[in-house]
């Protein structure tokens, strides 16, 4: 990777440079700098430049935007492959185990929602728009798991992974369809209706590596690669599982991210109800069979084991939150 020449494309020059990770990290005449390679298409990154600068002009200031090439683009094409250059954020990554971290960037995640909301993309960006597609997502998952469990079950030969899923499946098709009954129970379709005229929209990734601590604590927030319009709730349940995880499902902690969220951005019941389907849903569960039966990943099979031992051995706590969190809507 030709660095000094890939800057050049930005309109400035590289004193010095090293790899950090999967970019790289240079000093330039305009500041420090991270250029990395993007493998979005040009109406992707146009879609993600749009939303940040949407937020940044809503007043969401603390966010990797992108700098712009010498053609006015947020990316620069060189060698046919596509670039894209940011300030650097200097920091730690946020600990999801700091009770004053995770108070602080479940509030930015909600003053990013606000921000975000009525976001339209500029012409010529991809239509990224995840709003009202759950439920078919969820069936779809399900299915993926009835063929899984078809598929192992053919198996002459079965690992012993392919043994422990069989015992397994059956209960995480249950609960998929719990999920997915809870779903269509819920006010879902009516939510869906009104975040499409707010265009409101999400991170997608919002976990400990996307956030960044600051001096002062100041919370930044990275890699807005998989930003979609989307309701917010998908956001903020996705990040209460991830810090549970760390707690064996503690239903205080969850209401205590929920009540700072809400004291920022407002929930209803209803969007209580949508979360109580996310929690449901066994997507981890789905996710890692789906990358061993797929062959995603060039995992062997002690990793793949680890992962999937990972995921079931929290079964029970889930299903205990899942109640606990049902008796609190």
């Given amino acids: 990777m030709n660095i000094d020449a890939i800057a050049g494309e ?60 010498k053609y006015e683009l947020p990316f ?9 250059m940011e300030d650097y954020i200097a920091g730690r990554e946020c600990s999801f185990t700091n009770p004053f971290d995770r108070a602080a960037i479940v509030k930015a995640l909600a003053q990013l929602h606000n921000a975000g909301r009525g976001y339209e993309p500029p012409t010529g960006a991809a239509v990224r728009n995840s709003i009202g597609k759950w439920d078919r997502a969820y069936r779809g998952k399900i299915e993926d798991l009835i063929w899984f469990k078809e598929i192992a079950g053919k198996k002459r030969k079965k690992s012993t992974l392919d043994k422990m899923f069989l015992q397994d499946v059956d209960s995480y098709i249950e609960m998929g369809w719990r999920g997915f009954d809870t779903l269509k129970g ?7 209706k009104e975040a499409k005229k707010d265009n409101v929209i999400c991170h997608h990734d919002y976990t400990y590596h996307n956030i960044i601590i600051g001096p002062g604590g100041t919370v930044n927030v990275i890699d807005f690669d998989y930003s979609c319009h989307e309701l917010t709730v998908y956001d903020l349940a996705a990040l209460i599982q991830k810090v549970l995880k760390r ?43 789906e990358r061993y039966y797929h062959d ?34």
Avoid at 186 to 192: A, D, Q
């Fill in 296 to 329: 995603k990943y060039n995992w062997d099979e002690k990793t793949f084991l680890s992962k999937y031992n990972d995921t079931v051995i929290m079964k029970e706590f889930v299903r205990d939150f899942v109640e606990d969190f049902r008796k609190y809507i």
């Fill in 76 to 84: 620069a094409i060189y060698e046919n492959r596509i670039f894209v």
């Fill in 10 to 69: 930005f309109g400035c020059r590289v004193l010095y440079s090293k790899p950090l990770r999967a970019v790289n990290l240079a000093q330039t005449d305009r500041g420090l700098v991270i250029i990395k390679e993007s493998y979005r298409e040009p109406d992707k990154i146009l879609y993600i430049h749009g939303l940040k600068e949407y937020l940044h002009n809503n007043g969401f200031t603390c966010i990797d935007r992108y700098l712009l090439s």
């Fill in 186 to 192: 819920s006010e879902y379709v009516n939510i869906c």
């Fill in 247 to 289: 707690y064996s499902y503690d239903i205080d902690i969850a209401l205590e991210l929920i009540d700072d969220y809400c004291s920022i951005a407002p929930l209803s019941r209803d969007d209580l109800v949508l979360m109580l389907s996310l929690f449901e849903f066994p997507q981890r569960f789905w996710r890692i069979t």
